[in-house]
């Protein structure tokens, strides 16, 4: 049982290293403290968290185990644990930026965390140094290189796409990307991911039909192009963005693009903190939380 409970690094998938996952990475079996959610037990929840102008996403397996895709620009303790949340299998951040990392530290000191992964790419802000050394203060924590490789979560698949080159020096177009996958459901996790990542990654044929595509970059003008939406042909898009933003997110031509591309299109700055169950035949369920004034207006 704790086995299958365990979160485990089962392959190097189409790594490019060509090279072996490290043994003391795979079947791990740490004992968490994960609860199984409260539900429906048979499906994968996906929780995009309302944290204004950020972005923060708890994956939580029908097992219990949890990954926490960035932690917004303040805590996200509070939510987080009304969500049941006990302990976190992987944290990922996804890139360096204060609106994807701001509320990491925090985590970090209020959960037990099993693996860390991020962009490997040093930021020179006060906010990134808090978070780097509250991760090596943390002498229990693993961390794990973003390549390409499958992580398992309970019942559930995690996969890491490639990376831009490191050289590249542009925190939003090394963003981590990543699919989750439960059976015929998936989920594209895409960071601020702007144009020239998302060509890599559609150049490199990474980018396969899914079924919840979370808009890269907020909904910004360069969060998206045609082949991306083309390759990913998701059935919901998320969109994570704050009321009234400074930067206009999210743009027009995202959200029309979007809108021709997606069955149903959600923003967190108009229904709230967004969740979606996603079931092994490849069905789902939305459901969105209060309504902002902005969607009453
Ligand atoms: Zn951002």
């Known amino acids: 049982m704790l086995l299958a409970r365990a979160i485990a690094v089962v392959a190097a998938a189409s790594s490019a290293m060509g090279q072996a996952v490290p043994a003391q990475l795979a079947a791990a079996e740490i004992p968490l403290a994960t609860a199984p959610?409260?539900?429906s037990a048979a499906a994968l929840r996906i929780t995009f968290l309302d944290v204004g102008q950020a972005d923060a996403v708890l994956i939580q397996a029908p097992e219990g185990q949890t990954a926490l895709v960035d932690a917004g620009r303040r805590s996200?303790?509070?939510a987080l644990q009304a969500l049941g949340v006990v302990g976190i299998d992987?944290?990922?951040?996804t890139h360096a930026h204060a609106d994807h990392i701001g509320g990491m530290a925090d985590v970090l000191r209020a959960f037990p965390v099993r693996y860390f992964m991020d962009n490997a790419m040093p930021h020179t802000t006060r906010t990134y140094q808090r978070l780097m050394e509250e991760v090596e203060r943390r002498s229990e924590i693993t961390y794990l290189n973003a390549e390409p490789r499958t992580v398992t979560l309970g019942a559930a698949l995690i996969e890491v796409l490639p990376m831009p080159p490191l050289r590249a020096g542009d925190q939003n177009?090394?963003?981590v990307t990543?699919?989750?996958r439960y059976g015929r459901f998936s989920a594209f996790l895409s960071g601020d991911s702007e144009v020239r990542q998302l060509n890599f990654l559609t150049g490199r044929g990474a980018v396969t039909p899914v079924t919840v595509l979370k808009a890269p970059h907020h909904g910004s003008h360069n969060g998206f192009t045609a082949a991306f939406l083309r390759a990913a042909r998701p059935e919901v898009i998320v969109i994570s963005v704050g009321r009234n933003n400074q930067y206009g997110h999210p743009r027009m031509q995202a959200v029309v693009a979007f809108s021709s591309?997606?069955?149903?299109?959600y923003r967190t700055d108009?229904?709230?903190?967004?969740?979606?169950?996603?079931?092994p035949d490849g069905g789902y369920r939305v459901?969105?939380?209060?309504?902002?004034?902005?969607e009453l207006r």
């Open 287 to 294: 459901t969105g939380g209060e309504p902002s004034p902005g």
């Open 37 to 39: 959610f409260q539900g």
């Open 173 to 175: 177009n090394r963003s």
């Open 76 to 78: 996200p303790t509070d």
């Open 270 to 279: 108009w229904n709230g903190t967004i969740t979606v169950l996603g079931f």
């Open 90 to 93: 992987l944290l990922v951040a």
């Open 261 to 265: 591309t997606a069955r149903q299109v």
């Open 178 to 180: 990543l699919v989750v």
